[in-house]
C-alpha cells in the first residue's frame, strides 16, 4: 500500500509492537505550513493499516526516533524527536486491535542544545529504554548523553555524560535488552580533526536508571579513514554493528559490519 499525504516524507523510522504484532512508521512531512511528525501503523500479515496520523506540529521538528516493545503486556511505542523550541521531546503512541491511535501528552526529555538523537530498538522484558542524544552548543564540539526511560516515556534516575571529550561526538546508535545496552557513535580523530573514528560504550540500567558505564571502546579506528554512521543491534547475547568507511582519497562508500 501508499501513504497518501500531501507533503515531503523524510527520516522514516520503523519499529515493532510485539504485544499486537503491529509495525510502527513514523517520519517528517515537509509542508508548505510547516514540519510536522507523522506516522502510520500496519499489520503485516492482512496488510491492514491505520491512516496515517500527526503527532505534532507544524513546527520546527526533525530527526524522529523510535523504541519498540518486546514483552507482550504492552500495546505503545515510544517516540521521541528534535523541537527547535523546547529540545528533545517526546510520546507513546499506543495502537490497539482495531488500529486506533492514542497518544500520550508530550514530554520534554532535555532542554537545551540537542541533536542527532538516537533510541534503543526496544526495551526488553524489563520495560526500560536508554535515549541518547549529543548536545552540542553554537561553536562548541558535541558531546553525547544519555537517559533511561521507562515503557511510558517517564525518566528513570537522572541522565549522564557517556563521553564528553574536546573531540566532536556524533550521530550514535544503541540497542539493549532492557538492562545492557551498547552506544556507538562517530569521534574526531586527536591527530586529523578531519577524519573520524567509532567509539563504543556497554551500559547497563536499572530501576533507579543508569548503573554502570564500562570503558571507552575502540571499534573502528583507522587513523585518517572517515568511519561513520554506526548501527548497533542486539543479536542474542551479542551486538551486531555497521558503518561506513571511506578512505581519505576514496570517492566511494563501502559499509563495514
Same mark, same amino acid.
Given at each position: 500500500?501508499?501513504?497518501?499525504?500531501?507533503?515531503?516524507?523524510?527520516?522514516?523510522?520503523?519499529?515493532?509492537?510485539?504485544?499486537?504484532?503491529?509495525?510502527?512508521?513514523?517520519?517528517?512531512?515537509?509542508? *508548505?505550513?510547516?514540519? +510536522?511528525?507523522?506516522?502510520?501503523?500496519? %499489520?503485516?500479515?492482512?496488510?491492514?493499516?491505520? *491512516?496515517?496520523?500527526?503527532?505534532?506540529?507544524?513546527?520546527?521538528?526533525?530527526?524522529?526516533?523510535?523504541?519498540? %516493545?518486546?514483552?507482550?503486556?504492552?500495546?505503545?511505542?515510544?517516540?521521541?524527536?528534535?523541537?527547535?523550541?523546547?529540545?528533545?521531546?517526546?510520546?507513546?503512541?499506543?495502537?490497539?486491535?482495531?488500529?486506533?491511535?492514542?497518544?500520550?501528552?508530550?514530554?520534554?526529555?532535555?532542554?537545551?542544545?540537542?541533536?542527532?538523537?538516537?533510541?534503543?530498538?526496544? =526495551? =526488553?522484558?524489563?520495560?526500560?529504554?536508554?535515549?541518547?542524544?549529543?548536545?552540542?552548543?553554537?561553536?562548541? +564540539?558535541?558531546?553525547?548523553?544519555?537517559?533511561?526511560?521507562?515503557?511510558?516515556?517517564?525518566?528513570?534516575?537522572?541522565?549522564?555524560?557517556?563521553?564528553?571529550?574536546?573531540?566532536?561526538?556524533?550521530?550514535?546508535?544503541?540497542?539493549?535488552?532492557?538492562?545492557?545496552?551498547?552506544?556507538?557513535?562517530?569521534?574526531? %580523530?586527536?591527530?586529523?580533526?578531519?577524519?573520524?573514528?567509532?567509539?563504543?560504550?556497554?551500559?547497563?540500567?536499572?530501576?533507579?536508571?543508569?548503573?554502570?558505564?564500562? =570503558?571507552?571502546?575502540?571499534?573502528?579506528?583507522?587513523?585518517?579513514?572517515?568511519?561513520?554512521?554506526?548501527?548497533?543491534?542486539?543479536?542474542?547475547?551479542?551486538?551486531?554493528?555497521?558503518?561506513?568507511?571511506?578512505?581519505?582519497?576514496?570517492?566511494? &562508500?563501502? &559499509?563495514?559490519?
Amino acid at each position: 500500500f501508499a501513504v497518501n499525504q500531501p507533503g515531503d516524507e523524510d527520516s522514516v523510522r520503523v519499529c515493532n509492537i510485539a504485544g499486537s504484532g503491529l509495525f510502527v512508521m513514523v517520519w517528517v512531512n515537509y509542508a *508548505t505550513t510547516g514540519a +510536522s511528525i507523522s506516522g502510520l501503523a500496519f %499489520e503485516p500479515v492482512q496488510a491492514q493499516a491505520t *491512516t496515517v496520523w500527526t503527532l505534532y506540529g507544524p513546527a520546527n521538528v526533525s530527526m524522529p526516533v523510535l523504541s519498540g %516493545e518486546a514483552t507482550v503486556f504492552d500495546d505503545d511505542c515510544l517516540v521521541a524527536w528534535i523541537d527547535d523550541t523546547y529540545g528533545l521531546v517526546g510520546s507513546t503512541v499506543a495502537i490497539d486491535q482495531n488500529l486506533q491511535v492514542t497518544a500520550t501528552p508530550l514530554v520534554q526529555l532535555a532542554a537545551g542544545a540537542q541533536t542527532e538523537s538516537a533510541f534503543s530498538k526496544q =526495551g =526488553g522484558n524489563p520495560g526500560l529504554h536508554l535515549l541518547t542524544w549529543i548536545d552540542r552548543p553554537t561553536g562548541l +564540539s558535541g558531546r553525547l548523553r544519555a537517559q533511561v526511560v521507562d515503557h511510558d516515556l517517564n525518566p528513570i534516575g537522572a541522565g549522564v555524560w557517556v563521553r564528553s571529550v574536546a573531540q566532536d561526538c556524533g550521530w550514535p546508535a544503541l540497542d539493549g535488552d532492557g538492562f545492557r545496552f551498547l552506544v556507538a557513535w562517530e569521534e574526531q %580523530e586527536v591527530a586529523n580533526p578531519s577524519s573520524t573514528d567509532i567509539r563504543g560504550r556497554l551500559i547497563t540500567v536499572g530501576p533507579g536508571g543508569i548503573t554502570s558505564q564500562g =570503558g571507552v571502546l575502540d571499534l573502528v579506528q583507522y587513523p585518517n579513514d572517515l568511519d561513520l554512521a554506526p548501527d548497533v543491534a542486539m543479536l542474542g547475547d551479542k551486538f551486531g554493528i555497521t558503518y561506513m568507511g571511506r578512505r581519505p582519497a576514496a570517492r566511494t &562508500t563501502t &559499509t563495514s559490519t
